[in-house]
C-alpha cells in the first residue's frame, strides 16, 4: 500500500511513524511538502535536529501535489493547516485516493457536500481524524450513556485548556496554524475534538449559544477562550474551551439522577460518586495508543474489514456545529441548528 502523507509536521510526522510501525514494509510513504524541514518532532513534541524525518522514515518527497498524486498512492492523509484540508482531499479523491482528513475537516463548508459525492461516487473511504473517540474513557462513556446507567441526564461539562506556546514546542507558536485566522486556527476549529465528543456523546443539540474571543495577551488574530452551551441533545454541554491557561486540562462530566462520573483524559482516570459505577483507572495508558488505533482502524476501512468510525458525514456534522459556535460568539445570538 502506497500512502501520501500531505504535510508532514507534526500530526504528519506521527502518522507517518504509526503508519510504518503498524505496516512495515508492506507499506510505502511519500509526502507533499511545501515547507521542507527536515528536523524530526519528536513524542514530546521538541525539535531534533539531528535527525533527518525523510531518510529516518524512508519517505519520498514531492513538492507539487500533481507531482504526488502522479505516483498514485492508495490513501492520502491530509495533515496541512485546516484551510488547506479541502483542496488537496478533493484533489486526492478526484484521482482515486482514499481519505483521512486530520480535524478539523475544513475551516468552512464551502465544498464539503462535493467531496462528500465525490467519496460516495467514486465509492471511496473518508474518515477524519478525531483520535479521542479511539480513547478508552471516552468508549466507557459512550457505553455507560447508551446503557442508561445514569439515569436522567441533568448536564455534561467538557473542558480543554492549555497554553498555546506550549502546545507545540517545536515552533513559533505565532506562526502555527491554531494562532492564524487565514489557516483556519482559533481554539474552535483547532480542538473541534470537543464538538465533536458532544456530538458523538451526547448526539446533535439544536441550539448553540456562546461568549469569548481573543481575551487572552496571546499574539494571535484568533479566538482564544470559548465558553459554549450546547441545548437539544440527550443533555445540556457546556464546552469550555482555552489556549491561556496551565497546567494542560481535558476532562469530561457528566451528572444524570443516578449520580456524577468525572473523567479526566489526559491521565485516563474515571471517577464517581455513584456506588454503583466503580472508579477506573487505564493505568500506562500512551496518549500515541489513539493515533495508532485510528492508523489501524483506517487501513482496516480501506479493507474492507470495518466500516468508519469517523466518516466524512460526521465531520460535516461537526464542523456545522463549530462554525456556529464561532458565529454565535461574535455575534452574541443564539445560532439554531437544522
Request: proline fraction near 4%.
Amino acid at each position: 500500500m502506497r500512502i501520501l502523507i500531505a504535510g508532514l509536521g507534526a500530526v504528519g510526522q506521527r502518522h507517518a511513524r504509526n503508519l510504518r510501525a503498524l505496516c512495515g514494509d508492506g507499506v510505502e510513504l511519500i509526502a507533499l511538502r511545501r515547507r521542507r524541514f527536515l528536523y524530526v518532532v519528536t513524542e514530546s513534541l521538541e525539535r531534533d535536529d539531528s535527525r533527518n524525518v525523510e531518510a529516518e522514515l524512508g519517505i519520498t518527497a514531492y513538492e507539487d501535489v500533481d507531482e504526488a498524486l502522479a505516483a498514485r498512492p492508495d490513501g492520502v492523509f491530509v495533515c496541512t493547516p485546516s484551510s488547506q484540508h479541502l483542496e488537496i482531499a478533493q484533489r486526492a479523491a478526484d484521482a482515486g485516493c482514499h481519505l483521512f482528513i486530520e480535524k478539523p475537516l475544513s475551516h468552512t463548508l464551502d465544498g464539503v457536500d462535493r467531496l462528500r459525492a465525490t467519496a460516495a461516487a467514486k465509492r471511496l473511504v473518508a474518515v477524519v481524524g478525531c483520535q479521542w473517540r479511539f480513547h478508552p474513557c471516552v468508549r466507557w462513556l459512550r457505553d455507560l450513556l447508551q446503557a442508561g446507567t445514569l439515569g436522567r441526564l441533568a448536564r455534561a461539562e467538557i473542558e480543554y485548556g492549555e497554553c498555546l506556546p506550549d502546545w507545540h514546542p517545536y515552533e513559533d507558536y505565532r506562526t502555527s496554524y491554531a494562532a492564524r485566522a487565514e489557516l483556519g486556527g482559533g481554539v474552535v476549529l483547532t480542538h473541534i475534538h470537543d464538538y465533536d465528543l458532544a456530538w458523538w456523546l451526547f448526539g446533535p443539540p439544536r441550539t448553540v449559544t456562546a461568549s469569548g474571543g481573543h481575551l487572552s495577551t496571546l499574539d494571535i488574530d484568533v479566538e482564544d477562550t470559548v465558553d459554549a452551551l450546547l441545548e437539544g441533545g440527550t443533555a445540556p454541554v457546556s464546552v469550555r474551551q482555552t489556549f491561556a491557561i496551565r497546567p494542560p486540562r481535558r476532562t469530561i462530566t457528566v451528572t444524570g439522577e443516578h449520580g456524577t462520573v468525572r473523567i479526566d483524559l489526559l491521565t485516563a482516570r474515571i471517577s464517581t460518586d455513584s456506588r454503583a459505577i466503580p472508579p477506573l483507572a487505564f493505568a500506562d495508558y500512551q496518549r500515541n495508543q489513539m493515533f495508532l488505533d485510528e492508523a489501524r482502524h483506517f487501513e482496516a476501512c480501506v479493507g474492507g474489514r470495518e466500516k468508519p468510525i469517523v466518516p466524512i458525514e460526521d465531520g460535516i456534522a461537526v464542523l456545522q456545529l463549530a462554525l456556529a459556535v464561532k458565529d454565535a460568539m461574535r455575534s452574541g445570538r443564539r445560532v439554531d441548528l437544522h
